[in-house]
């Protein structure tokens, strides 16, 4: 046996060495995954949509909760009188 061949024996070949970077890139990403999916699961999502939907709107929707706010001490007030 030559040396060249005793050295590329031991070494992995690059195709061996993608599939296996690639195997444990999937396998953190599943184990980050399951990890994710704890018991505030379903509030996290319901956040991050709302976060979606208003983040665009940030300045219409703070000047919707000052009006409705306001509304309410209003009618507080009226009721009061």
Known sequence: MTANHAQ?????SLSDELVSSDFMALASHMTDCQR?????FTLRTRLESLHAITAPRLVTTGAALVVCSLGLVGLGLLTMA
């Open 8 to 12: 590329s024996a031991r070494r992995p």
């Open 36 to 40: 994710s999916r704890g018991r505030f």
